[in-house]
T-cell receptor, first 112, second 116 residues
Framework: GDSVTQMEGPVTLSEEAFLTINCTYTATGYPSLFWYVQYPGEGLQLLLKATKADDKGSNKGFEATYRKETTSFHLEKGSVQVSDSAVYFCALKKTSYDKVIFGPGTSLSVIP | DVKVTQSSRYLVKRTGEKVFLECVQDMDHENMFWYRQDPGLGLRLIYFSYDVKMKEKGDIPEGYSVSREKKERFSLILESASTNQTSMYLC???????????????FGPGTRLTVL
């Protein structure tokens, strides 16, 4: 069945470090791909998305490129801040009537 | 901005009680979802609904039921709460994008339920 795999962490970085969170997926067809972020004590919110191969999603300095050849959607940020400390979820969805498939989440802590 | 609200942020109930968790969205979304989130298990889908009065079982529906009498409101019901239902419950909603690329879900802030 369809699935999403991501590094679970926890990941601890110093402020201004470069961030990569790997995400790979298994799915038939052409899913849309998403990164959600969950700040402490809150629900999930969309960080960025890409709906077709080679699309790049970007928001708040974060980027991810939909790579169909490697079935990947890695999240990157050039310089993290303490306020980026959160749990990050990679997810896919194939059609409006399919369930969202979430990865297990990656906990990120950024220390000053 | 899309807003999804949940009736309580924190709730404490006793074993055997009937528990209602309410979710309301203000963007006329067709689709609504209930998840539970537990450490080490990620998000698991309990029930979802694609239209008023429609409901579909998710991955873990046992011990839960739902009600969607109005488009904007989706209720999760624990008929007889048990300690293993202590969890964070997240509601979400989305537009129907039939025939087009699916879009994102919008989440509420969550209800942390403790069953004693």
């Amino acid at each position: 069945g369809d699935s999403v795999t991501q590094m679970e962490g926890p990941v601890t970085l110093s402020e201004e470090a470069f961030l990569t969170i790997n995400c790979t997926y298994t799915a038939t067809g052409y899913p849309s791909l998403f990164w959600y972020v969950q700040y402490p004590g809150e629900g999930l919110q969309l960080l960025l998305k890409a709906t077709k191969a080679d699309d790049k999603g970007s928001n708040k300095g974060f980027e991810a490129t939909y790579r169909k050849e490697t079935t990947s959607f890695h999240l990157e940020k050039g310089s993290v801040q303490v306020s980026d400390s959160a749990v990050y979820f990679c997810a896919l969805k194939k059609t409006s009537y399919d369930k969202v498939i979430f990865g297990p989440g990656t906990s990120l802590s950024v220390i000053p | 901005d899309v807003k999804v609200t949940q009736s309580s942020r924190y709730l404490v109930k006793r074993t055997g009680e009937k528990v209602f968790l309410e979710c309301v969205q203000d963007m006329d979304h067709e689709n609504m979802f209930w998840y539970r989130q537990d450490p080490g298990l990620g998000l698991r889908l309990i029930y979802f609904s694609y239209d008023v009065k429609m409901k579909e079982k998710g991955d873990i529906p046992e011990g839960y039921s739902v009600s969607r009498e109005k488009k904007e409101r989706f209720s999760l019901i624990l008929e007889s709460a048990s300690t293993n239902q202590t969890s964070m419950y997240l509601c979400a909603s989305s537009w129907d994008t039939s025939g087009r690329a699916p879009n994102e879900q919008f989440f509420g802030p969550g209800t942390r339920l403790t069953v004693l």
